[in-house]
Nanobody
């Protein structure tokens, strides 16, 4: 599975962005898809994940109520709608694919495939 994330950019605090991650391959619908982020000098952290069918979603406490993950298996794409953005959301955002080994995959090691990342910068 090859992943390509896009949609990052510069936005003012309180604004919104929508990230997209397009996947190659015919098995996209079999993978749990996740979003992680990494700020300068910090470790990569879990943001959100959605189950293969799209019926279940998971969020880090820091983004709950502000971010929404979704997927379109017909388009091999997963999305992350980010609202009410804060300066502390500034990071490179990565999408990742998990073959389903873990019920709730929130650790980077749970994921086998990674996209290159897209930079989100939130100004105060």
């Amino acid at each position: 599975v090859q992943l390509q994330a896009c949609g990052g950019g510069l936005v003012q605090a309180g604004g919104s962005l929508r990230l997209s991650c397009a996947a190659s391959g015919r098995t996209f619908s079999m993978y749990t898809m996740g979003w992680f982020r990494q700020a300068p000098g910090k470790e990569r952290e879990f943001v959100s994940a959605v189950s293969a069918s799209g019926s279940r979603s998971y969020y880090a406490d820091s983004v709950k109520g502000r971010f929404t993950i979704s997927r379109d298996n017909a388009k091999n794409t997963v999305y992350l709608q980010m609202n009410s953005l804060k300066p502390e959301d500034t990071a490179v955002y990565y999408c990742a694919a998990d073959p389903g080994r873990v019920v709730v995959p929130t650790a980077p090691l749970d994921y086998d495939y990674w996209g290159r990342g897209t930079l989100v910068t939130v100004s105060s």
